[in-house]
DNA sequence: TCTGGGGTCCTAGGACCC
DNA sequence: TCTGGGGTCCTAGGACCC
């Protein structure tokens, strides 16, 4: 008798199982990939580290020159986008040739929403499918809901199978700390524990309302509701539409000057401004964000008196907002956010 | 370890209006 | 008149995720 489940897709180590496929001698190497590939250049972070480069204790969100002190001997590369953005939508292909709905979750993974008897067997046909076709491995998770199944896929790892669901969520989770959920952090999980939650099952246990007087009317009682293993259920297959888009830049060395931070917030407006005419959206709203040396972030925004997509209108609203900040401290990074409209709103 | 870039959603507070 | 309450819009910031 078949019933509806949910598969979390995950590719293993994506970004470097990419590279690795272009340069096969890169294979069993310490590769970090991130920024320019220059590991010399400050304020630049690795996006990804092979298991061999891990083992030096290098990781992703690692400075660069940090992976380098720590691993000379890695291979440092460029991160090259499009070349992921090409890998994933083979996958994702291969993917939908199957008779399962499929529901694309950035680059390296997706949902699959299937009628089967044998989730399993359904998992290995997709892991041999995408391995046959692509050369790249995945892990699969299966659950009742996408959050079980994304749980579930990250146990599988490395290239496995793992079935998370309520008949074994307690026994699996509830000695778990309560950010081994997906969508409870560091933050939310130290003031959690700072109220006396600190296991997946203490969470669970807590009253809601209470939960809704510390973290707010939808957030407190969703946070019980991830640690009852509870989530969204429903995969959708209709191409996300954006919310909005976004330019920012960390410079290798601070700028002080008035003039050039201008010139930089009317650059990255007119490149937001291309990428909304690329996509064809209207902007409704202009944000600039600016992070001061050492590491402050602010943000001033404007909603526009109407939608647009001229660059013109658009450095010229950035640069307006810009003229509310104090500018007084050096500034180590500029971005240009926008807003969409949307439609049938 | 001196901390990227690109997203989404929620919350709180003030303005404004009736 | 010195003062209520609700609804909505806008802004700034925080948290999370890949």
Redo the contacts with the bound molecule.
Sequence with gaps: MSREWILHVDLDQFIAAVEILRNPELRGKPVVVG?SGDPAQ????A?TATYEAREHGVH????L??ALRRCPEAVFLPSDPPAYEAASERVMAVLREFPVRVEV?????AFVGAATDDPEALAAELQQAVRARTELSCSVGIGDNKHQA?LASAFAKPAGIYRLTGDNWAEVMNDRPT?A?????????KRLAALGLHTVAQLAAADPADLAGH??????PWYRYLALGKGEAEVVTTP?V?????????FPHDLTDRAEITRHVTELAERVAR?AVAEGRQVI?V?VKVRFA??L???????LPAPTTDAGALSAAAVSVLG?FDLDRPV??L?V?VDYTMPDT
């Design positions: 920024g400050p304020r630049t972070v996006a992703s969100g690692m400075p020159r940090t979750w950035g680059w390296d993974e994304k950010d959920l997906w969508g409870i952090g560091a933050r939310i999980s973290f707010g009317p939808t957030n407190g996300w954006a919310r909005g888009h976004s330019r920012e830049t960390t990428d709203r944000s050492p590491f972030t602010r943000t001033r925004q404007s909603k509310r180590r990074l971005g956010a």
